[in-house]
């Protein structure tokens, strides 16, 4: 059985030969996606899934960012060497707990422990079951913002669900609502889409003036969410210039 980490380092190297505009950004993530398949691996088979066993993957996610990552990432890299084994272990549970102050850390920092519990905090929603019906804005497992939308096909339809940015469980989310400020009336919920890629919308909200991008699987079931949201990282710049700002940005900050 192919593993769903498998699914998104393939797809990326899928996109990364299609657009070459996006192919550094989307290698980058393989090898991130490869690493992060490891974690969720050695959390899987550790018998207690305490958070205390992320630390000991530091080393390796160090040197993957000395290899390839932004100078920002390698600058952070380079601090976070010399941090101690508690350090590390306080930055990951600010993180998981929702504690960390954002403004006193450099925001790279997140890359970091995204990257890490990332794969833990996935491991851990795939054993409970947290759907709801209630359409919560943010993620019912874990708290986190969603980091994007995904429409599956529903009958003739589609359903809308949110997928959180940290631990990847799906909720479903109504069609017509901002996530973000609760917006419900239509005319201040335009939908704008690209058409080198109709399968991928940008759901804005003039009321609150945020966007969430949502793949469409009813339209490309070769899709896979995650990383087709960061091959259209252009959609997010056309966006940004409409002045919309991104409900939750993805781990490289886009
Ligand atoms: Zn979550
Ligand atoms: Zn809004």
């Known amino acids: 059985m192919t593993s769903s980490w498998d699914l998104r380092i393939a797809r990326a190297g899928e996109l990364a030969k299609k657009n070459s505009a996006v192919s550094e950004l ?3 993530y393989q090898r991130l996606a490869r690493f992060q398949k ?9 018998p207690d899934h305490d958070l205390a066993i992320l630390p000991r993957h530091f080393p390796a996610l160090l040197s993957l960012i000395r290899e390839s990552g932004s100078p920002a990432l390698q600058e952070s890299a380079q601090a976070l060497e010399h941090a101690s084994a508690e350090e590390r272990l306080d930055l990951l549970t600010g993180f998981w707990q929702h504690e960390v102050d954002l403004d006193q850390l450099p925001p790279e920092y997140g890359f970091f422990a995204h990257a890490l519990l990332q794969p833990y905090a996935e491991y851990l929603a795939g054993r409970t079951n947290a759907s709801t019906e209630a359409s919560p804005p943010l993620c019912p ?3 986190s913002k969603p980091q994007l939308a995904v429409l599956r096909p529903e009958g003739d339809g589609a359903k809308r669900f949110l997928l ?9 989310f109504r069609r017509l609502l901002c996530p973000n400020c609760a917006e419900e009336n239509k005319d201040h919920l335009p939908v704008f889409t690209a058409a080198e890629f109709d399968y991928v919308r ?3 909200c003039d009321t609150c003036r945020t966007y969430i991008k949502s793949i469409d699987l009813t339209k490309n079931g ?6 087709d949201e960061l ?7 056309w966006a940004q210039e409409h002045d919309y700002q991104k409900l939750q940005p993805n781990l490289f900050g886009v």
């Not at 959180?164 to 469980?169: H, M, R, V």
């Not at 070769?222 to 990383?227: C, H, L, R």
């Open 222 to 227: 070769k899709a896979v969410p995650v990383v």
């Open 231 to 237: 091959a259209t990282v252009s959609l997010n710049m």
């Open 38 to 46: 490891s974690v969720y691996q050695a959390v899987e088979s550790s």
């Open 202 to 204: 940008v759901d804005a």
């Open 164 to 172: 959180c940015s940290l631990c990847g469980t799906e909720w479903l």
């Open 26 to 28: 989307l290698e980058f």
């Open 141 to 143: 497992f874990c708290g």
